[in-house]
């Protein structure tokens, strides 16, 4: 059982060029998430999804898009990366149920030059 | 709209001693309230939550946190601080009931504790 895996760990973009952060998971989750995290600051919801062919906005979303084909993947796309783009992503997923605690895999640092 | 404060970016405490990391939130109704830890290049990691009953609950590693609803705060709590506890600390919140918007939790900015031996 792998939890939350991210790919890639790490990726340096130039600006205007596209790319997809990978998030899956092996528990059943139907809730997953993306997060960008910046320096010295909280995590500020990007998107969401509650299940596969759901997805919703969350706090940040200007940037980026999302998909949801099936369970266990959720990819994030940045087109045309600007620097402000540069943050280390989380995804994260939930059991469903409101209280549960969510699963966060381990981040991928993305630097926009 | 839901929100979360932690007051301190930083706490240093000694070995040994015990340690507070302080949060506060504001919710329309009850909470739902967590702590996350974060390891250096690492994800976050589930601490501790409170969903209803008894309001000192008890997590991973010793850590603890106290649910005081008229101050609301959920302050993250340990009697013996160790040199390993060293890491960021988040505190998130989220409404009940279920806001039919996936779960969703709103984290505050974090705070740094430094544990020196």
């Known amino acids: 059982n792998a939890g939350v895996t991210q790919t890639p760990k790490f990726r340096i973009l130039k600006i205007g060029q596209s790319m997809t952060l990978q998030c899956t998971q092996d528990?059943?989750?139907?809730?997953m998430y993306w997060y960008r995290q910046d320096p010295g600051m909280g995590l500020k919801l990007i998107y969401y999804?509650?299940?596969?062919?759901?997805?919703d906005k969350g706090e940040v979303p200007n940037g980026y898009n999302v998909s949801r084909s099936t369970t266990e993947d959720f990819p994030l796309r940045l087109e045309l990366a600007a620097p402000s783009q540069t943050s280390v992503y989380f995804c994260?997923?939930?059991?469903?149920?409101?209280?549960?605690?969510?699963?966060f895999g381990p981040g991928t640092r993305l630097t926009v030059l | 709209a839901q929100s979360v404060a932690q007051p301190e970016d930083q706490v240093n405490v000694a070995e040994g001693n015990p340690l507070t990391v302080k949060c506060t939130y504001s919710?329309?109704?009850?909470?739902?309230l967590f702590w996350y830890v974060q390891y250096p290049n690492r994800g976050l990691q589930f601490l501790l939550k409170?969903?209803?009953?008894?309001?000192l609950v008890k997590g991973s590693y010793g850590f603890e946190a106290e649910f005081n609803k008229s101050q609301t705060s959920f302050h993250l709590k340990k009697p013996s601080a160790l040199v390993s506890d060293s890491a960021l600390y988040f505190c998130?919140?989220?409404?009940?009931?279920?806001?039919?918007?996936?779960?969703?939790?709103?984290f505050g900015g974090g705070t740094r504790l430094m544990v020196k031996p």
């Open positions: 999804s509650v299940g596969a062919g759901i997805t």
């Open positions: 409170y969903i209803t009953g008894d309001n």
């Open positions: 994260a997923t939930v059991r469903t149920g409101v209280y549960n605690e969510q699963f």
């Open positions: 998130a919140v989220r409404d009940r009931p279920n806001n039919n918007a996936g779960n969703m939790l709103t």
């Open positions: 528990m059943n989750h139907n809730y």
């Open positions: 919710v329309s109704g009850n909470p739902y």
